[in-house]
């Protein structure tokens, strides 16, 4: 499945440009679809992004500079046709933690993973209803709530037997004329115990020392390193 030929693992000391260039939103968002969906040209691209040709195109040859996508075999000599080159973006989540450029790359690929599941969660629901899919996909579509208490040594064990196991099936269903596209998002986001409420307010303040500030909103956990959105 994501042998390593087929992966592109980035290092931010080596991949300062390349994570920079990856950073903005729609280039995240052309990869996955030329992932996802295959080789396309940014005509295509423009019409499912809701974007113009020409920023297509622009963003498109950006990430062909820093080698995420390279040309396709044209269908015909009008328009360039542009394909992936890996299915996954992969990285070390403790390298990545080292420079700031690192870190805001894996926070905005996190918001973009869950970006994805929510578009994908819309799109299962019209195949289903519009009949695209067949009955025999209604029980093993599900998304999972669960919240185990494990170590983190147990939680990596965890991830490596579900990568090896997905990339098994995947292999055994290659041929398998039955066989759909899944997307399918693990997550495992640590969270650290509450802290103590803070004691209750004076229940009669006076007007004039109403404190004039906002709260800080909750901190996001991390979450697992591979990205294809």
């Known amino acids: 499945m994501d042998s390593d030929e087929h992966k592109r693992v980035l290092d931010p000391e080596h991949d300062t440009a390349a994570l920079k260039a990856l950073t903005h939103p729609l280039r995240i968002q052309l990869l996955g679809l030329l992932r996802q969906d295959g080789p396309a040209t940014a005509s295509e691209l423009a019409a499912r992004t809701g974007e113009s040709s020409a920023s297509a195109s622009y963003h498109l040859r950006v990430l062909a500079k ?19 080159l890996h299915t996954v973006t992969s990285w070390s989540n403790e390298t990545m933690e080292s420079t700031a450029a690192g870190r805001a790359f894996v926070s905005l690929a996190r918001r973009r993973q869950i970006e994805h599941l929510e578009r994908s969660l819309a799109r299962h629901e019209a195949d289903m209803a519009a009949g695209r899919l067949g009955e025999e996909w209604v029980e093993p579509s599900g998304i999972s709530d669960l919240m185990p208490r494990l170590t983190a040594e147990s939680l990596t064990e965890l991830f490596d037997t579900v990568a090896a196991k997905l990339e098994e099936l995947t292999v055994r269903d290659a041929e398998d004329p039955r066989a759909e596209q899944v997307v399918f998002l693990a997550a495992g986001l640590p969270l650290a115990p509450h802290e103590p409420a803070d004691p209750a307010p004076d229940p009669d303040p006076a007007p004039d020392l109403a404190p004039d500030s906002h709260p800080a909103p909750d901190a996001h956990a991390v979450d697992r390193k591979d990205l294809n959105p």
């Open 66 to 84: 820093y080698a995420f996508i390279a040309e396709a075999e044209h269908r015909d000599g009008r328009e360039r046709r542009w394909r992936a």
